[in-house]
């Protein structure tokens, strides 16, 4: 068992300094925030402050602006605490991490969406694991903050990986995972430098809900370490802005297309074994509680129940419609 990180250590009441020289050891950070419009300004500047004010302070703050003169021009104008900078490689959310990590200089480097605010601490618990040296990433949990004021009763919680945010599914203490949630993630540097950055043709371009990146890094992380754990630390939260947009059953559809694209290309990367590991699990225990937990619902009264019984098959389904999609054609292609 990884004692060292699933256990955090007491802190005695004797004085506020051995907090703070428990926070002193624990490996530098370098935080990288990507964002590639105007529209969610506010956001952005939400998810800097939030960084500004962890118990753990980062070396620095990197935003990098994917293509988006105005805001680029306007980020580095207000944002003078961070450093700004353009991505340079294509459109895209793996092109322009890639880039905030050629400039980043911690031992850690942690990754926060535009539209998400961590907690206080959440950098410190994310470092806090990178004690056990067996520990090569480490991710947090993702709630969602609901632009509408609540979640919409037919979306089912195993599908909340469909708006970024941690679904039920995930452990609920810290245990070893396959791959971390994108919006609240970080890796060793020396995992970059082994196995190079987050791979171009994954990952959201723009308003295009593609996704996997963090999924085909972390395969390719564990594949280069073995025995090497991604650890999920609930302790590490942030909350993700959900959009209304984000919560209609028109998203739904498209990003459940888009991740079986996506998981197309990750198995013919690494392999259907790694590239599939977690989904059998998921498919096979998770989404049959969760439509049986539906119809309970719904037996109860609560007929709200049966749309989430109901969403829960058609994600699985459009999911598995555009992985077979995807694989055909690359079978043609080849």
Not at 42 to 47: I, R, S
Not at 215 to 235: D, M, N, W
Request: aromatic share 6%; proline share 6%.
């Amino acid at each position: 068992m990884l004692t060292a990180v699933l256990s955090a250590p007491v802190l005695t009441p004797t004085s506020a300094r051995s907090a703070a020289q428990s926070i002193a050891a624990a490996p530098t950070a370098s935080v990288i925030i990507c964002a590639y419009t105007p529209r969610r300004w506010v956001a952005l500047l939400a998810a800097v402050a939030s960084v500004e004010r962890q118990t753990q302070l980062a070396l620095e703050t990197i935003v990098v602006i994917d293509h988006s003169p105005e805001l680029l021009e306007r980020a580095r104008a207000t944002l003078t605490g961070a450093r700004v900078i353009e991505n340079e490689g294509e459109h895209g959310l793996s092109a322009a991490r890639n880039t905030g990590l050629k400039i980043s200089r911690a031992e850690i480097v942690a990754f926060l969406d535009d539209d998400a605010i961590a907690e206080e601490k959440w950098l410190e618990e994310l470092c806090r694991a990178y004690k056990d040296p067996r520990v090569i990433g480490v991710g947090g949990v993702a709630r969602p903050r609901w632009e509408a004021d609540k979640a919409p009763p037919w979306l089912p919680q195993e599908f909340y990986w469909a708006i970024g945010c941690s679904y039920r599914g995930l452990p609920t203490r810290a245990e070893p995972i396959r791959n971390p949630i994108g919006a609240t993630m970080s890796f060793r540097r020396t995992v970059f430098d082994q196995v190079g950055g987050f791979r171009n043709g994954l990952g959201r371009v723009g308003r295009t809900p593609l996704g996997c990146e963090e999924t085909e890094l972390s395969i390719r992380a564990r594949q280069a370490y073995p025995g090497g754990v991604v650890l999920h630390v609930p302790a590490a939260r942030v909350e993700h802005l959900v959009p209304a947009e984000r919560a209609s059953w028109r998203y739904f559809r498209s990003r459940c297309w888009a991740e079986g694209l996506s998981k197309a290309i990750v198995t013919d990367e690494v392999g259907p074994s790694d590239g599939l590991s977690s989904e059998w699990t998921y498919t096979l225990k998770t989404l049959p509680t969760g439509i049986l937990r539906g119809l309970l619902d719904s037996a109860r009264g609560d007929l709200t129940g049966l749309q989430r019984s109901s969403a829960i098959v058609a994600g699985l389904f459009i999911t598995l419609a555009g992985y077979l999609r995807a694989r055909a054609a690359r079978a043609i292609a080849s």
